[in-house]
């Protein structure tokens, strides 16, 4: 019997060790699988094919596994701008490719900067003598204005093209929190400081509509202006001006409305399209399919033409998406992991530095991190660059501040300085229900701020102050850099978000010019020559198996399904729009707004929160509440 036992434990422990092997040789395999990389030998001679089904962004945000595996249907992605850019110039560069192709039926967008970086990164393939083919279900603004810059556009037959325009509405909650008794304590500086409205009024007020008319009117312009330069034959205002007469012309058809405005060139489903490219570019050996054409895909190519970096480095640090506390990233501006990124770029003396800012702002405490690392840079003696992309303002500004030169390009977004919070408190909604609050203090702020019971006006004044303390340092920080007085500057903050044209009149952007042009400038500063420098991404580092999940949700794919018809998209694409307004507008509102905040609501879909650099101890249980300064 004793032997039976030991037999039997032997053979347990040689089944469990099997096991384990068993699992280390899977996890090993998986590991290998998840880090696989596109190589060199997946590109092929014909057509370049950009399938972007999903979102053009400065940064894109880190994969999640549990967000892509539990996604309804197929996720969308997102893609780096630059990326897209270096990959349609590099091709326009390559014998090996005939065509470049974008097929935009789930393009969800992008900012009207990257559009247009986009856009003259395939005017340089048409130089080339080379076509660029566009096809989608449905084009909305931000498609309407790449295909302007393809040698055709085709459209399906069953969709059409939309171009709506900037601006709409918001919704206002001041009506709503009196019917629930809830009291929203605002504290505010900046006539234009528009972010609090919706919790105290019920309409847009007549400085807020001043401001977004002349921003609105330039973004349009410049987009207008655009399309008439990169397809003279389109007529936008035939598309915008009576939209219904439009579409009646055409027999309520909204594809031949899009040909008859000049919007798209050919109407055609994905077949027909696929054998005009093919006809160009080749067919192609292996995928038969109608449609199929040679081709190459954007992860294969750009895998296949790494940047080239010689000489010296020009480290570029990228600001993306809100600025908050902490180490997130890449994809939202984690102050302390910007901060560290810099700091390691200062100890490895790079000829330049240039910050890549596209933030509507965020955590002033993030903020004013970031700001102070950019400083310990400059204070090297290393010149430093402030490239401004679809927005910059607030927060966005506030990191900007230290570099001795910043661009912009006429459709960025910037300015926005200004400071707000946003506290609820349910004193009168308690009472309605019977509760109410008493007790003892040993000072005014004892207790205080208190949610349930009121604010003291101690406290209100307080808080007050300290939002007026907080402009006058965004103030002062801005007049310090552009040299100017704090009074100059407050004439044109004020919270008010200005055009990149009308920043460079007003001061507040140096000169006209993207990324390249931030680039060059910085070289010409460490008096580096062409073939001298090359730029360095910092911080934009993916996850190990970030690549295989991309992969699977479909990013350079040919199983993704279609895209919508052109009017469920624009109903897609305003809901998210509104209803992520909506939700967050009520969540910053019940959670207290994320604290002192100055965001820019009129320059991004509205994100996320942050803390206060500078809250005196007095107020460390306010601080606590608060938890942060937003940059507006």
């Known amino acids: 019997m004793i032997f039976a036992r030991k037999v039997w434990r032997l053979l347990v422990a040689i089944k469990d060790g099997l096991a384990l092997l068993a699992l280390l040789l899977f996890f090993g395999a998986l590991y290998v699988v998840l880090t696989l990389r596109p190589n060199a030998g997946a590109v092929h001679e014909g057509a370049l094919l950009l399938k972007l089904d999903g979102a053009v962004v400065e940064e894109p945000e880190q994969s999640d596994l549990a967000t892509r595996l539990l996604a309804r249907g197929v996720p969308t992605n997102q893609y780096a701008a630059r990326d897209?850019?270096?990959?349609?110039?590099?091709?326009?560069?390559?014998?090996?490719?005939?065509?470049?192709?974008?097929?935009?039926?789930?393009?969800?967008?992008?900012?009207?900067?990257?559009?247009?970086?986009?856009?003259?990164?395939?005017?340089?393939?048409?130089?080339?003598?080379?076509?660029?083919?566009?096809?989608?279900?449905?084009?909305?603004?931000?498609?309407?204005?790449?295909?302007?810059?393809?040698?055709?556009?085709?459209?399906?037959?069953l969709g059409g093209a939309v171009v709506t325009g900037p601006g709409g509405n918001a919704l206002y909650y001041a009506k709503l929190l009196e019917k629930l008794k809830v009291t929203a304590h605002i504290y505010r500086v900046g006539t234009y400081k528009d972010y609090v409205e919706p919790y105290f009024r019920n309409d847009m007020s007549p400085a807020a509509k001043e401001a977004r008319t002349a921003i609105y009117a330039a973004l349009w312009d410049n987009y207008r202006a655009d399309i008439a330069k990169a397809r003279p034959s389109a007529n936008i205002d035939m598309a915008t001006r009576d939209p219904v007469a439009w579409l009646k012309a055409s027999g309520g058809d909204p594809a031949l409305a899009a040909k008859a405005a000049g919007l798209v060139d050919r109407i055609g489903d994905k077949a027909a399209f696929g054998a005009r490219?093919?006809?160009?570019?080749?067919?192609?050996?292996?995928?038969?399919?109608?449609?199929?054409?040679?081709?190459?895909?954007?992860?294969?190519?750009?895998?296949?033409?790494?940047?080239?970096?010689?000489?010296?480095?020009?480290?570029?640090?990228?600001?993306?998406?809100?600025?908050?506390?902490?180490?997130?990233?890449?994809?939202?501006?984690?102050?302390?992991?910007?901060?560290?990124?810099?700091?390691?770029?200062?100890?490895?003396?790079?000829?330049?530095?240039?910050?890549?800012?596209?933030?509507?702002?965020?955590?002033?405490?993030?903020?004013?991190?970031?700001?102070?690392?950019?400083?310990?840079?400059?204070?090297?003696?290393?010149?430093?660059?402030?490239?401004?992309?679809?927005?910059?303002?607030?927060?966005?500004?506030?990191?900007?501040?230290?570099?001795?030169?910043?661009?912009?390009?006429?459709?960025?977004?910037?300015?926005?300085?200004?400071?707000?919070?946003?506290?609820?408190?349910?004193?009168?909604?308690?009472?309605?229900?019977?509760?109410?609050?008493?007790?003892?203090?040993?000072?005014?702020?004892?207790?205080?701020?208190?949610?349930?019971?009121?604010?003291?006006?101690?406290?209100?004044?307080?808080?007050?102050?300290?939002?007026?303390?907080?402009?006058?340092?965004?103030?002062?920080?801005?007049?310090?850099?552009?040299?100017?007085?704090?009074?100059?500057?407050?004439?044109?903050?004020?919270?008010?978000?200005?055009?990149?044209?009308?920043?460079?009149?007003?001061?507040?952007?140096?000169?006209?010019?993207?990324?390249?042009?931030?680039?060059?400038?910085?070289?010409?500063?460490?008096?580096?020559?062409?073939?001298?420098?090359?730029?360095?991404?910092?911080?934009?580092?993916?996850?190990?198996?970030?690549?295989?999940?991309?992969?699977?949700?479909?990013?350079?794919g040919d199983n993704a399904p279609g895209g919508a018809d052109d009017f469920a998209m624009v109903a897609a694409r305003v809901q998210q729009d509104r209803l992520g307004q909506a939700f967050t507008q009520a969540e910053r509102l019940v959670a207290g707004g994320g604290g002192v905040q100055a965001y820019c609501l009129e320059c991004a879909a509205p994100t996320t929160t942050g803390h206060s650099p500078a809250s005196p101890p007095l107020l460390s249980r306010v601080a606590a509440y608060l938890a942060g300064w937003l940059p507006a």
């Open 277 to 556: 490219v093919a006809a160009v570019a080749g067919k192609d050996d292996v995928d038969t399919r109608p449609g199929s054409f040679a081709h190459s895909t954007l992860r294969a190519w750009l895998a296949a033409n790494g940047a080239k970096t010689p000489g010296k480095a020009i480290a570029v640090i990228t600001i993306a998406g809100e600025i908050v506390d902490g180490k997130a990233g890449p994809g939202s501006a984690g102050g302390d992991r910007i901060a560290a990124l810099l700091d390691k770029a200062a100890e490895d003396k790079p000829a330049g530095l240039v910050i890549r800012v596209d933030s509507p702002g965020g955590s002033v405490n993030a903020s004013e991190v970031i700001r102070r690392a950019i400083a310990r840079v400059k204070a090297q003696g290393i010149p430093v660059a402030v490239s401004m992309g679809n927005v910059a303002a607030s927060g966005g500004y506030w990191v900007s501040t230290p570099a001795t030169r910043i661009f912009a390009e006429p459709a960025t977004i910037t300015g926005s300085i200004g400071i707000f919070a946003v506290i609820p408190s349910f004193e009168r909604a308690l009472q309605g229900v019977g509760v109410t609050g008493d007790g003892v203090r040993t000072t005014p702020l004892s207790g205080q701020p208190d949610v349930f019971s009121g604010f003291t006006p101690e406290i209100e004044a307080m808080l007050q102050s300290t939002i007026e303390s907080g402009y006058r340092r965004f103030v002062g920080l801005v007049a310090a850099a552009r040299g100017k007085t704090p009074e100059d500057i407050d004439r044109i903050a004020q919270g008010r978000v200005w055009d990149g044209g009308t920043a460079r009149q007003i001061g507040l952007v140096d000169q006209f010019g993207g990324l390249d042009e931030a680039l060059a400038w910085t070289a010409a500063q460490a008096k580096l020559g062409a073939g001298e420098w090359h730029a360095d991404y910092l911080g934009g580092d993916k996850r190990p198996y970030a690549s295989l999940i991309e992969r699977l949700a479909g990013d350079d």
């Open 84 to 157: 897209l850019v270096r990959a349609i110039e590099t091709g326009a560069a390559d014998d090996r490719i005939k065509a470049v192709v974008l097929d935009l039926s789930r393009f969800t967008g992008g900012g009207q900067v990257h559009m247009e970086a986009i856009g003259a990164a395939l005017d340089k393939v048409r130089a080339a003598k080379k076509p660029v083919f566009t096809f989608a279900q449905a084009y909305t603004d931000d498609g309407v204005l790449l295909a302007a810059h393809s040698t055709e556009a085709w459209v399906d037959p």
